[in-house]
């Protein structure tokens, strides 16, 4: 029985790796962590899913990218944070829905992207949703 399990296990890992070779490293990772933002990832747990020593993946990311790995996550999750902050959630849940750890963490990241904290910009975005909007002339 154990030996079926790990046959299994290694197709699987098998046709993982071949539907990973189709595509670019990078266009995978991309969707990755588009897909799991939220979660604690890590340039070694990455370079694990996708087969690739992590010095491989920090390299191929950054030359088709402009940017790293982590660059490319704090984006993606200060991006989640600013949708959830638009629809009224409050920074304070809205870190951690994220795959922020640290408030404080975040805060710098978030004030660093956007030159405000993002209590000011969830005002901001919440007193242009209620301004009414200007009829056509």
Not at 16 to 43: F, G, P
Not at 91 to 110: H, I, M, T, W
Request: aromatic share 14%.
């Amino acid at each position: 029985m154990s030996l079926f399990l790990v046959n299994l296990y290694n197709q699987d890992a098998e046709l993982r790796k071949q539907e990973i070779e189709n595509r670019s490293l990078t266009e995978n990772v991309t969707e990755y962590i588009n897909q799991h933002y939220a979660d604690s990832l890590t340039i070694d747990q990455l370079a694990e899913q996708f087969f690739v020593s992590k010095y491989h993946l920090m390299h191929e990311f950054s030359q088709k990218t402009g940017t790293s790995v982590y660059r490319y996550l704090m984006q993606q999750r200060l991006h989640a944070v600013c949708e959830l902050l638009g629809r009224g959630t409050v920074p304070n849940e809205a870190y951690l829905l994220c795959g922020f750890k640290d408030y404080a963490n975040f805060y710098r990241a978030f004030r660093s992207a956007y030159g405000q904290s993002p209590r000011e910009y969830a005002r901001a975005h919440r007193k242009a949703a209620e301004e009414p909007t200007a009829p056509d002339a």
